[in-house]
């Protein structure tokens, strides 16, 4: 992790039980962010992804629910499209950026870079996408396909990524997944993202909420800051603690039967009481801890 981030694990690891509550607590009141996930299908497979392990119904999010999430999201939210699939997948991508902005919802893209072809890029803008987010694990093509052992395209996607840089009107982050096989090539892809006036982000490799193997003991704190700062809605519409719960065992509801008071209240109620869910006592992501440290997302 960079020096910001373990500055601001030093600072959660500092803190008492109830600091961290008041902490987790205050995160629900900043600006609501929200990780869609319309589409859990995905065109690569990653060493640190447990697909095996998704419990879905559907591989694309459908329009009816896509309709029923548009409903419940406030005016004024930021929506990733992300999730544990890759959504330029679906085919109506664009259409859902779009009703996003008439909604006033901020809308950004994360995905693995390998179909943001020219003509998807030049739809996303028309579209009014506010950012691109794009996976690039390495540079060197031997360093990709460890972590990336089916369907990586490392030289393809740097064109993507230097093509919409070059046409402008999105802002850009690179986002640089840890392990113990690309670690040597983590400031090599800082300084390509750089060149490229585009943010770089990255994180360490984790359990997924206990899913795959880590090398790293959880931490023992109290709370998480990616529950209060961010609610996950997966492809089926179903309303869960976070993209870790890859199981969905912590499964809150549908979009259409709950609003966003009761997620709300549901996430005040979890976060007071301390009754965590099943993936989180497997989890040993690094960012749960850093967003309380910080106290929020500002900078991410």
């Given amino acids: 992790m960079d020096a910001d981030q373990a500055e601001a694990l030093r600072a959660a690891s500092g ?8 902490r987790n607590l ?26 095996e392990e998704m419990v879905r119904e559907r591989a694309l999010m459908t329009e009816d629910t896509f309709a029923a999430v548009l409903e419940f999201l406030p005016s004024g939210a930021v929506a990733m499209l992300s999730g544990l699939g890759d959504s330029l997948l679906h085919p109506k991508l664009a259409t859902f950026v779009r009703r996003l902005g008439s909604r006033s919802v901020s809308a950004c893209v994360i995905t693995n870079g390998v179909r943001l072809t020219a003509e998807r890029q030049d739809e996303l803008l028309d579209a009014g996408i506010a950012e691109v987010q794009v996976s690039v694990h390495g540079l060197e093509e031997a360093t990709v396909r460890r ?6 395209r490392p030289a393809l996607v740097r064109a993507h990524v230097e093509r919409l840089a070059a046409v402008g009107g999105a802002r850009i982050r690179v986002n640089f997944v840890e392990t113990e096989d690309n670690i040597h090539e983590r400031e090599a892809v800082r300084v390509w993202a750089a060149s490229l006036g585009a943010r770089f982000f ?3 490799q984790h359990t997924r909420g206990g899913t795959i193997g880590s090398a790293r003991a959880p931490e023992g704190h109290h709370g998480c800051g990616i529950f209060g700062s961010v609610t996950f809605i997966s492809a089926d519409g ?27 209240a549901w996430k005040r109620e979890v976060i007071r009481d301390g009754r965590w869910f ?5 989890c ?17």
């Avoid at 803190?15 to 008041?22: C, P, Y």
């Avoid at 609501?32 to 697909?51: G, K, M, Q």
């Avoid at 972590?147 to 990586?152: E, M, T, W």
């Avoid at 976070?242 to 979009?255: H, L, T």
Wanted: hydrophobic share 45%.
């Fill in 15 to 22: 803190l008492t039980r109830s600091e961290l509550v008041a």
């Fill in 26 to 51: 205050a995160l629900l009141e900043q600006a609501p962010l929200f990780d869609l996930e319309i589409a859990s299908a995905c065109n690569v497979v990653c060493t640190f992804c447990p697909r």
């Fill in 147 to 152: 972590i990336v052992p089916v369907g990586a």
């Fill in 202 to 204: 990255h994180r360490r």
């Fill in 238 to 264: 179903v309303v869960l603690p976070c993209v870790n719960d890859v199981r969905a065992e912590g499964r809150f509801g549908v979009v259409g039967q709950v609003s966003w008071a009761d997620v709300l």
């Fill in 278 to 282: 099943a993936a989180c006592h497997s």
């Fill in 284 to 300: 040993d992501d690094d960012y749960r801890w850093v967003l309380l440290g910080r106290g929020g997302l500002e900078g991410t």
